[in-house]
Each structure stands twice: as C-alpha cells, then as structure tokens.
DNA sequence: TCCTTCGTGCGAACCGGTTCGACAGTAGCG
DNA sequence: CGCTACTGTCGAACCGGTTCGCACGAAGGA
C-alpha cells in the first residue's frame, strides 16, 4: 500500500511538500503540486486513517450508541441510527457503532481509546447510566432523548408534552368529550423512559383543563396482548370516542382490533398516534399521528455534535437542549365524534 | 490523558518494558509487571487506538455495509446488523458501520484508509457492485447473501433453494394440492436479489416433481397494495388451500386479509412464511414459517471473518460458502386442507 | 548595491504505541 | 571455575501521517 512516502519519491519531493501539496495547509507551486497529484493517482494512495488519527488527534470517526431495550420498538431505533449514519456521513464522518447492551462499557471504551471524536447517544434514559461516562470524557456527545441533567451535553427530542396536549386539543376541537390514552408498558417507564409520562402527563393535565375526560393505560408492547388489551379498554370505556395511541405496537395491532370489533376510523372512533411517518408507511397505518421524526433528531444530534468537535461552537458556548415541535399528519383518521359508538 | 511512556515513568521502567507488561508478549518479573499495573490503574491508562493501529497494523475494527434498499424490509436488515454486531464484539472488535447507498464508495474508503481489519456485506446481490471493490482490496471480506461470483470472499445465505423445497414438501405431505406463493415485488429480483428466484424456481420445481399446482406472484412491498394483492389472488384462485410467503409485507397484512374474507388458519387455508422468529414476534404473526436467521447469519460470517483477519485461516485455505438449512418453525398455521375454501 | 521580504521547499520532531536487538546479571552445567 | 543459557530490561527504530522552524533564491525597496 502506497504511502506519503512513496507519493514524495515519486513526485520528487519530500515528505512534508507531498503533505501541504494535498493539504493546502502552505502555499506550494503550481508545479509540485500537479506533480503530487499525479503521484497520487499513478499509486492509488489514500492517507492512513490510524496515522493520521494520531498525528491530528482527529478520528473523523463518531460513536454510534444505540441501545436495544426490551419492549422498545427495534424499528423505530434503526430510524434514528439511519438519521445519525447518513448525516454524519454528509459532514464527512463515519460511524461507530455499538449495540452492547453495557452502553457504559462500550462508551468508555470508544473515548478513552481515542477511536471518536464524539458520541451520539440514543434512547437516552431519566438517569442515563451512559451520562456520567460521557461527561467524564474529552469528547463531547449529543443526546437524543431527555435525561433529567443535561449540563455538559448537547440534547436533542421531541416535544412530547406539546405532542400530548396537541393529541388532546385536535381531539377535543372536534368535539370529542372522553378519550382513551395508550401508552408504552409501565416498566418502560420505570426503567427510565421519561417520554412516556411526559407526554401523558401533558395530555392529563389538557385533558383537565378542557374539561375531557382521558383514560389512560399502560400497553404491551407486543402482540397478541396489545390486541386483548385494546379490546379490553374499548369495552371498559364505551363512552370514549378518541383514541390516542403512544405505543407502536398498539398502533400496528388497532386495524386488526378495530376490524374484530366492526368499527371504523373515522366514522366511529377518531385515532391520532404517535410514530414516524416511515413506521405509518411500513405498516401502513391509515391513521394520523404526531411525528416522531427519528431521521430529523438524528440528523439534528449529529450536526451539533460536528459544531462542537470542529469547535465553530466553543467548548464554552452553552449546551443546548432542543425540542423538535410534534407535528401532526393527517390521515384522515380523526372527525366528529359520533352520536353514539357502534 | 495518559500515554505509555506516562506509565512507564510512573512504574519507574522503560516504556519497552511497560508494553511488554501489559501485552505478557516478554518475559517480565513479577515486581515490574505489578508496578505497571498499578501505574496503569492510578493513571486510567487506556491505549490510544490510532497509534496501536499503526503499529500492528490491526484495527481491531470491522466495516459493516448495509444497503437499505428500496422495498426491501428495513427492520429484517437491522436484525442481520445486530447479528453482526453482537457477535464482532464478543469476539473483541468494533464495528464501522455504514449505509450509504453508494456502497462501492463507502468500502473503497474503509479498506484503503484502512480504518478496519475486514469487512461484511450485507444484503449482497447477483451482481453486486460491491465486490470487485472488495476482491482488490487487501481486507478479507465475508458476505450474507450469495453472488454469481464466490471468488476470494466467504459466503453465508440461508438455503433458499431447500427453503422453497421445504414449504412445498411441508403442505403436499398435509395433503394440499394447489398452493399460492407470494414473493417479494419483481423488481427486487431484477435489481439482483437472487433469492427471491432461487426459493421460487425451487419451490416450482418441488411442486411439479409432486404434481402439485403452484400459483407464484410477485407481491409488493407496501400496504395497502400487498393487502389488494393478496385478496385479488385469493381470488383468482379459489382452490389453492396453502399460502407461501416469500414477502415480509404480506405476512404482516395477512392477518387483517384473512379476517376481511372470513377465512382462518389453518382451518381454511394454511399458510407458511419465511422469515425471522424476532419479526414474528414483533407482530405477533401466527404463521408457521421457515426461520431466516439473520442473527445467525451475521455471526457466522462474522466468525469466519475473524478467522481470516486472525490468520487461522491461512490466506491458502478455501473461501467458503456455507447455507443455513432453513428450519420451520411451527406455529401451528398449517393442517389438512379444507374439503372446500370458504 | 545591499538588505528585506516573500514564496517554496526541506529536515526533523512528534503523535503513541510495538518490537527487535543488545546487554547485564544470574543460574545451570560439566 | 569457566562457559553457556536464560531472564529481565532498555534503547532505538518503526508504523504513516502532520507541522514547526529554517534555508535558499528571487523579487522588491531604499
């Protein structure tokens, strides 16, 4: 494999005319630099990442945490990493991937061996384990997803408590009096996943202040549980006219339960979700949801954290903590409610 | 942050002896070897990676090139990553990951930088632009999916073939006669995905040497298309009592088409799939089906890939190319066929 | 004409590891 | 007791880049 060296000897020159002829870094002639260029081409050569790693302290390299928990939607997690891997790759860096379910031990590992230049957290928790690594670390790191201390991080997420109250108010504009909320199971909530409350909570609290009445549950995150259970909260609730779904499973399971059931969207039972627009598409889900926008946070996480690596952001500039404002796609299936459920 | 020769003074020797300490590749006594060792704790020293690789010239390092394409099931993909992934770090390396459309760039920059030690590609097609990149490049390589060309690489794909064999077999022993096979959106094939074609020929083949009628059709990728598809074929052939699905799409809307038309499995029609365990429990799909075993997969490439880089396998040694014999999973979805469909 | 400045290129050092050869000191052996 | 063999350590070179300081020749100004 042909190195700079080889590149000098060829071109007639040496070993650090061969570098600022490809680097530009210091004036060079027209002459020299032609000749560089034509040695690079004649050997094929392209600089070795491990050198110059060392000599810049730069790996162009970002490290890729995601971390597949149970009963979390595996689908919607590649959407995130797909906006990280494909942003990155435009501001010209590649990606680290670690899908350990130690994320501590993976994280400490890519920093202190120097192989990134920065992270990319997913799925982060309220009391992220990950975070204490990370903020021990030379690098810095951006998050997707809302710890409870987010000093000396880059955070980006969804709005979820506008994206409830946003779910409440559609709703309830159209007339819509008593609403069922499903979300995702308890314990993911109880492992951390704030997002789960933090849109009910916000949906509650729209719910009361315009005077409707909101069921919440918990869901499964599987079938066919998710199917019973949504039988079952449809029963227990005959009054219920809105159905609000933060759960993917329960998403992909309602045409089936709705089928069983001889109901329709929107004509007796409005539904809004929440979920990306590729998951509606995948699955082809008629109904209108919140965005989640996995490719837009992961896209959005990347580009700060190449701000901070390529320091245009300096190490003082204040973190940010970023929501994306839920937006919602409508499919059709919300309406007035009707006179009296099927 | 700690380099060796910081070690090494704090342990009060040389940085030779330091590195031969920690890497045991030397003799060292007992005193010295402690003494490092506490200086390695005191100081958290972890080796920089870029300077290790340019040393052994050994990234510990694997490229992984995904390729999203276009109507093919993103969420089977990532369960072939997570094989890889899971399994490359077991075996003490990282992953590169990349999903850049134009793979043949991605693997030119990976293997020539020489960022990694060797490389999967995933989703590997007939003619796959890949690997002629891969063939010149001084990295082994290890594919999932099977080319024209085995040449200098080590193959992995599930045994399409005895796949499509298999499901025939499985419903002319239950007593089925005429069977409807539903195979991933034509241009898939066209585009180079073998498998599609080499399950279907198969499986034609099987069903003539049984005398058993084979309605094969290209389904789409999508609902609510692959949902008319299924229906319009249903139609068409109002005799065939078994379903074949070589098609993620339309195992995951069957269950909604069946309950439409009344029909149930196995009582009306039964029905055998082919893809992974994780993705029907993901969606909760009754079908018996032929196991895809994408973790399975990655981790058998990715093992035989580390043989390569670790020069067990001598560069002399045979490329190998091994298929998974497709196992099928019952999930009780298949039985005698009805004395008439419904 | 002499001195300064600028444009170009070179040599050497450095990044942080690994590894080879040399060399003391000690043990084993006849 | 002298020779060999082995153990344990060190110094130096090397991997392949980048970058700093310096030198040299030509151009420009006084």
Same mark, same amino acid.
């Given at each position: 494999?042909?190195?700079?060296?080889?590149?000098? !000897?060829?071109?007639?020159?040496?070993?650090?005319?061969?570098?600022?002829?490809?680097?530009?870094?210091?004036?060079?002639?027209?002459?020299?630099?032609?000749?560089?260029?034509?040695?690079?081409?004649?050997?094929?050569?392209?600089?070795?990442?491990?050198?110059?790693?060392?000599?810049?302290?730069?790996?162009?390299?970002?490290?890729?945490?995601?971390?597949? =928990?149970?009963?979390?939607?595996?689908?919607?997690?590649?959407?995130?990493?797909?906006?990280?891997?494909?942003?990155?790759?435009?501001?010209?860096?590649?990606? =680290?991937?670690? %899908?350990? #379910?130690?994320? %501590? !031990?993976?994280?400490? *590992?890519?920093?202190?061996?120097?192989?990134?230049?920065?992270?990319?957290?997913?799925?982060?928790?309220?009391?992220?384990?990950?975070?204490?690594?990370?903020?021990?670390?030379?690098?810095?790191?951006?998050?997707?997803?809302?710890?409870?201390?987010?000093?000396?991080?880059?955070?980006?997420?969804?709005?979820?408590? #506008?994206?409830?109250?946003?779910?409440?108010?559609?709703?309830?504009?159209?007339?819509?009096?008593?609403?069922?909320?499903?979300?995702?199971?308890?314990?993911?909530?109880?492992?951390?996943?704030?997002?789960?409350?933090?849109?009910?909570?916000?949906? *509650?609290?729209?719910?009361?202040?315009?005077?409707? %009445?909101?069921?919440?549950?918990?869901?499964?995150?599987?079938?066919?549980?998710?199917?019973?259970?949504?039988?079952?909260? =449809?029963?227990?609730?005959?009054?219920?006219?809105?159905?609000?779904?933060?759960?993917?499973?329960?998403?992909?399971?309602?045409?089936?339960?709705?089928?069983?059931?001889?109901?329709?969207?929107?004509?007796? =039972?409005?539904?809004?979700?929440?979920?990306?627009? #590729?998951?509606?598409?995948?699955?082809?889900?008629?109904?209108?949801?919140?965005?989640?926008?996995?490719?837009?946070?992961?896209?959005?996480?990347?580009?700060?954290?190449?701000?901070?690596? #390529?320091?245009?952001?300096?190490?003082?500039?204040?973190?940010?903590?970023?929501?994306?404002?839920?937006?919602?796609?409508?499919?059709?299936? %919300?309406?007035?409610?009707?006179?009296?459920?099927?």
């Amino acid at each position: 494999m042909a190195t700079i060296g080889d590149v000098a !000897r060829v071109a007639g020159v040496s070993r650090s005319t061969a570098s600022y002829a490809l680097s530009g870094k210091r004036a060079i002639s027209v002459d020299v630099r032609q000749r560089v260029e034509a040695a690079v081409r004649e050997l094929g050569y392209t600089p070795n990442a491990g050198a110059r790693a060392l000599a810049t302290s730069q790996t162009m390299v970002i490290g890729l945490l995601a971390q597949f =928990l149970e009963d979390e939607f595996a689908p919607a997690m590649l959407q995130y990493m797909l906006g990280v891997s494909t942003t990155a790759r435009e501001l010209g860096y590649d990606i =680290l991937l670690s %899908t350990e #379910e130690d994320g %501590t !031990r993976a994280l400490r *590992r890519m920093t202190d061996s120097r192989m990134i230049d920065g992270v990319v957290l997913l799925n982060v928790a309220e009391h992220d384990e990950r975070l204490p690594v990370l903020r021990a670390a030379p690098q810095p790191g951006a998050l997707v997803g809302l710890p409870a201390d987010c000093t000396g991080v880059d955070v980006f997420d969804l709005d979820f408590e #506008e994206a409830g109250r946003l779910m409440v108010d559609h709703l309830h504009r159209l007339g819509h009096r008593e609403l069922i909320l499903v979300s995702q199971p308890e314990h993911v909530v109880e492992r951390g996943g704030a997002y789960v409350w933090r849109l009910q909570n916000a949906a *509650r609290e729209a719910a009361r202040v315009r005077g409707v %009445t909101l069921h919440a549950v918990f869901g499964s995150a599987r079938q066919p549980e998710i199917g019973r259970e949504l039988n079952a909260v =449809l029963d227990a609730h005959p009054g219920a006219t809105g159905l609000l779904l933060n759960n993917e499973a329960a998403a992909a399971a309602l045409p089936t339960v709705l089928h069983q059931r001889g109901l329709a969207a929107p004509q007796d =039972l409005s539904v809004v979700g929440r979920y990306s627009d #590729e998951f509606a598409r995948t699955f082809s889900l008629p109904y209108s949801s919140i965005e989640s926008a996995p490719d837009r946070l992961g896209g959005m996480a990347v580009r700060q954290l190449v701000r901070r690596i #390529e320091g245009e952001a300096g190490t003082d500039e204040p973190h940010v903590v970023r929501f994306v404002s839920p937006e919602l796609v409508d499919r059709g299936s %919300t309406g007035a409610p009707p006179a009296r459920r099927a």
